[in-house]
């Protein structure tokens, strides 16, 4: 017998490889690998009469990440959760911050290693190239980015539709089924036999009374 899960359900901030997938919503069996899972993209409509919205799910990869491993990564989640089809919401490079480069810990520790003739008056070391300039290795700033794809999860109407009456069969199957032993259920069952209740004799005391 089949058994359907399509509950809500939330899935926060899973980690798989470098790649971050904040999903919510409801799941389905799983699509087979042979079959296709489309991706519409943010210029692209797709047909809401064959299609329905089951969660929404959010990709994060850091900056350079290839679009094409991104898409694959897509279609991996969206096939585990049971959805035939992705539409992209958007797809944003975002930026989230700065990294600080220092390219030596500890100039002076490391002058021998790093090439450092002298140190600035802030600290920083002091390079002499292969000309005979000081080039100052003092730190700078990166600004990070980060690459976010919203996303929607489809799952054809037509397969939604057999899967909720299949669950639905089920539902109603277990209903049927006692949730406590019935005796009466089950012939093999040892038939309890209650005694009953006699009421004592009377005794001579009580029926001289009663005669006068």
């Given at each position: 017998?089949?058994?359907?899960?399509?509950?809500?359900?939330?899935?926060?901030?899973?980690?798989?490889?470098?790649?971050?997938?904040?999903?919510?919503?409801?799941?389905?069996?799983?699509?087979?690998?042979?079959?296709?899972?489309?991706?519409?993209?943010?210029?692209?409509?797709?047909?809401?009469?064959?299609?329905?919205?089951?969660?929404?799910?959010?990709?994060?990869?850091?900056?350079?990440?290839?679009?094409?491993?991104?898409?694959?990564?897509?279609?991996?989640?969206?096939?585990?959760?049971?959805?035939?089809?992705?539409?992209v919401v958007s797809y944003e490079r975002t930026a989230v911050g700065s990294s600080y480069?220092?390219?030596?810990?500890?100039?002076?520790?490391?002058?021998?290693?790093?090439?450092?003739?002298?140190?600035?008056?802030?600290?920083?070391?002091?390079?002499?190239?292969?000309?005979?300039?000081?080039?100052?290795?003092?730190?700078?700033?990166?600004?990070?980015?980060?690459?976010?794809?919203?996303?929607?999860?489809?799952?054809?109407?037509?397969?939604?539709?057999?899967?909720?009456?299949?669950?639905?069969?089920?539902?109603?199957?277990?209903?049927?089924?006692?949730?406590?032993?019935?005796?009466?259920?089950?012939?093999?069952?040892?038939?309890?036999?209650?005694?009953?209740?006699?009421?004592?004799?009377?005794?001579?005391?009580?029926?001289?009374?009663?005669?006068?």
């Amino acid at each position: 017998m089949k058994r359907y899960w399509t509950g809500a359900c939330a899935v926060l901030l899973l980690l798989s490889g470098c790649v971050g997938v904040d999903y919510v919503g409801q799941q389905f069996p799983e699509i087979e690998e042979d079959e296709p899972v489309i991706i519409y993209r943010q210029n692209a409509d797709y047909p809401a009469s064959d299609y329905k919205v089951i969660g929404r799910a959010i990709f994060t990869a850091p900056d350079g990440y290839a679009p094409i491993e991104l898409d694959e990564k897509m279609e991996d989640t969206a096939r585990a959760y049971g959805a035939n089809a992705i539409k992209v919401v958007s797809y944003e490079r975002t930026a989230v911050g700065s990294s600080y480069i220092q390219p030596s810990t500890s100039p002076r520790q490391n002058a021998a290693s790093q090439g450092v003739t002298g140190v600035a008056n802030d600290g920083s070391a002091l390079y002499t190239d292969s000309f005979g300039n000081q080039v100052d290795m003092s730190g700078y700033r990166v600004a990070r980015y980060e690459l976010i794809a919203k996303t929607l999860f489809l799952i054809k109407r037509n397969r939604y539709e057999k899967l909720h009456q299949e669950s639905e069969v089920i539902r109603k199957e277990n209903e049927k089924r006692p949730t406590m032993f019935d005796p009466s259920s089950d012939p093999d069952a040892p038939v309890e036999i209650t005694p009953e209740t006699m009421s004592a004799p009377a005794t001579p005391a009580a029926e001289n009374t009663a005669a006068k």
